[in-house]
């Protein structure tokens, strides 16, 4: 059985403190603004970009993402790559088209390409199951399958207190309400979608806790991942989580500044697995 390695883009976010399991190889992830490619753009200016209504793509950079992959195909490996949710960024399908031009310079070779529906915190958790997959003795096309299934059981559930760039991308309509929060989550599509609107920010809370100890498949896996801007609301959702459910293994992660560019500085999301996605 040859050995394989599993490659993600810079979108993922990893739990504080699990270096030890984050992959080796990471594709970066290259900002188009109004037609204007940008290789090393930083992040925080295509938040400002979103938020004036200028039009952006995403994708992983494509020179170097095949010069990476190509030197693992040439190392004797195979690959297996998790790309950004496709209804969020062109990665996937950059990363497709690139896989199978290499597939038939190494035909020797195997490549898989997942798209995980995912983004941040779920993108880094679909990565850290299948590690898991390949630390038990599965194969490239076993795991390649078994993410196929997870993926779909992958829930990201956020909310944030600026809707504007959301409002911008057309998910939302702005609203005039005081104190109306709405409940974000990662349709079966990978597309964002409102699940709910919840008027106060104590009840937004406690809603995101009933919601996740609701869906939730702790069988499936325990580990909750939720990623934040507003490090008090994070806090404030793990502590009602452990109480309500403490066989839960709750992780922090900082939010970085791609995820943001997609929902904002000051979001906090909840990333499990549990019941088969919804359509938003």
Known sequence: MAEFEIVIDNIAVFADGENDVQPSAIAPISFSIDGKNLKDCDPETVLEARKAGKRIRTQVEPKDTTLLLEGILKSGKDVIFISVSSALSESFHTADYIAK??????PE??????????????????FLHAKKLQNAGLDIEEVAEELEYAKNVLHHTFITDDTSTLAHDGIIAQTSVVNLVPIFELSKDGQIGVLQKVMGKKKVLADVTKYVTNTINDNFCSTVVITYGNE????????????QAPALNIKFAKANAYTSSYIGSHAVSVCFFGENRKRA
């Not at 031009?101 to 190494?106: C, Q």
């Not at 070779?109 to 679909?126: H, N, P, T």
């Not at 008090?232 to 109480?243: S, T």
């Open 101 to 106: 031009g290499l597939a038939i310079k190494f």
């Open 109 to 126: 070779r195997k490549i898989f390409v997942v798209d995980s529906l995912a983004c941040g915190g779920s993108e880094g958790l679909l």
């Open 232 to 243: 008090e609301w994070a806090k404030k959702i793990a502590d009602d989580l452990a109480e």
